[in-house]
């Protein structure tokens, strides 16, 4: 274990107080926790002497409070005839608007806890803030044009049709620690928009920083459209679950937790899915790839934040003809990078946030060396109080646990291969299909393998790494990395269904339908144009 001085945290980055949350919201009032709490760590130190940093605590919930949550939600929605739900579009987008301002002055705050509690660093915690920002007035932008283009009768057959998106119900909504913002808000936000009521965990690590968008959440909309938990989630989402009431699981996590919580619904028919899950997305360079570009966008793709994204870049596939030269100047990329705290300047490797994932990549790294593989890059391995440097592996193997498991951290497994089948019948194999990067030049060759990689994953990154973004494009997966998608467009109509209100052209139902938009009486059935 080799100690590491870090440059003294500036005055504006200093925890000089810690937060010990004991509000929760539930029923449209900021309720206190009397009861039993679990305190928060920082893997980052504070002192000069090695020591996590108490930021603060949570309440520990559990299955009362749970179903308490979930009984607030239910009479919010009230089984579709609540406040929310029946509300006119233009007024839950005013809702969101009002939200979104309140929350754009808890910028600073937030940006604060996204450094401590989960160690990303100060540009990408304030591209995480901003880009949630963002995505929550490209969504209410998105809805304003869903609702314009629905603002008109169709006819077919000698009958008319009014037709709009009406909500599914009530969503329980559980987001990750790697982007415990933005990765929550992409569920969170169109759920309420499209009228659903939520109950909200957020997760194990970034859950502090929901604090100061407590007091938004409860005075920007009706009570119990918004309801927000602390606790373990098997001890608050399964007793949710297992009540049967919750009409949408929205989850980014892994398949096991999703499929452990779906198990327990006991009508499974009913249950709509809005899962973000796991992947394995490889690179693949072929012999003709531009050797600097492919070892920049490895770089990126593979140790973006440690590697805890699920959209990075887990394994490499090297063709055999370039595979010395990519290694050469991989490994030496890997071992330039400045380690450091997450407000130092011009950091790429920070700490990290779960304090037993150093030993845990260590695990992956001591199997596969055990099954011939070696560490090329000299620092790899390398152990800090809060970190384990990035082991670039190989030759890498499939009986090893790093070619199996989905590391989400900073250890790299490189494979290489003379024929392009080798890397497509692996990954027709996978469990996984979410995305690809693809580096090569020569048309011909790229062709038939978009074409085939088309069908395996969801997205092909040609000459660059994967990436969630930018989020007016679709997000989503095969096999079990995901269900439904998620994007600014998509997004809403994953929370919502088609529904509407149908007639047959006769002089009755024309004259009646003609006073009912005149008096304006009703929510759903207008052709008022939002501007």
């Not at 109950?199 to 859950?207: D, L, M, N, R, S």
């Not at 004259?511 to 005149?518: M, W």
Request: hydrophobic share 35%; glycine share 6%.
């Amino acid at each position: 274990m080799k100690k590491i001085t870090y440059k003294p945290i500036p005055e504006n980055r200093q925890i000089n107080e810690v937060i010990h949350q004991k509000a929760y919201l539930l029923g449209g009032e900021l309720r206190q926790w009397e009861g039993e709490t679990t305190e928060v760590y920082s893997t980052i130190s504070s002192t000069k002497d090695y020591a996590p940093t108490l930021l603060g605590s949570i309440p520990t919930m559990g299955e009362k409070e749970a179903l308490e949550a979930l009984g607030e939600a239910c009479s919010a929605y009230d089984k579709g005839q609540g406040v929310w739900p029946t509300m006119k579009v233009k007024d839950r987008i005013h809702c969101m608007e009002n939200f979104v301002k309140k929350m754009e002055t808890k910028r600073e705050e937030v940006v604060k806890l996204l450094m401590w509690e989960i160690g990303k660093s100060e540009p990408d915690s304030y591209k995480e803030f901003d880009r949630t920002v963002e995505y929550i007035y490209d969504t209410i932008e998105e809805y304003k044009e869903l609702d314009r283009n629905s603002a008109k009768f169709q006819k077919h057959d000698g009958v008319y049709a009014h037709i709009r998106r009406g909500p599914l119900g009530v969503v329980l909504c559980l987001g990750p620690y790697n982007y415990p913002l933005n990765e929550t808000f992409a569920l969170l936000i169109p759920a309420i928009i499209m009228g659903n009521t939520t109950i909200f965990k957020p997760a194990k690590h970034g859950v502090l920083l929901i604090t100061p968008l407590m007091e938004a959440f409860q005075s920007c909309f009706p009570k119990g459209v918004v309801n927000i938990l602390f606790g373990r989630g098997r001890a608050v989402a399964a007793p949710i679950m297992q009540s049967g009431k919750v009409d949408v699981l929205a989850l980014i996590g892994n398949s096991k937790s999703a499929n452990a919580l779906q198990e327990q619904h006991p009508k499974s028919n009913r249950l709509r899915l809005v899962l973000g899950l796991e992947a394995k997305n490889p690179a693949v360079v072929l012999p003709d790839a531009n050797l600097d570009l492919s070892v920049n966008e490895c770089i990126a793709g593979t140790l973006s934040f440690n590697g805890q994204r699920c959209t990075a870049l887990k394994v490499v596939y090297v063709h055999q003809d370039i595979k010395d030269a990519f290694l050469d100047k991989f490994s030496k990329a890997v071992d330039s990078l400045p380690f450091g705290n997450p407000w130092d300047e011009g950091v790429k490797l920070t700490p990290l946030p779960e304090p037993g994932k150093s030993d845990y990549i260590q695990e992956l790294i001591d199997d596969a060396m055990a099954k011939g593989a070696k560490i090329l890059n000299e620092r790899g391995g390398e152990r800090f109080d809060n970190y384990i440097w990035p082991a670039v592996l190989y030759p890498v193997t499939k009986d090893m646990r790093v070619y199996q498991e989905e590391q989400f951290g900073p250890v790299i497994p490189v494979v290489s291969f003379e024929e392009i089948s080798e890397p497509l019948d692996d990954m027709a194999e996978s469990n996984y299909g979410q995305q690809v990067s693809l580096f090569g030049k020569d048309v011909y060759t790229l062709s038939p393998l978009i074409d085939t990689l088309a069908n395996l994953v969801c997205r092909v990154n040609l000459n660059s790494s994967c990436q969630r973004g930018p989020d007016v494009y679709p997000f989503t997966g095969r096999k079990d990395s995901a269900q439904a998608t998620l994007s600014v467009h998509d997004a809403l109509r994953s929370f919502s269904i088609r529904t509407f209100v149908a007639f047959k052209d006769n002089e009755i139902n024309n004259e009646t339908v003609e006073q009912l938009l005149e008096a304006k009486v009703s929510n759903f059935l207008s052709t008022d144009y939002i501007l």
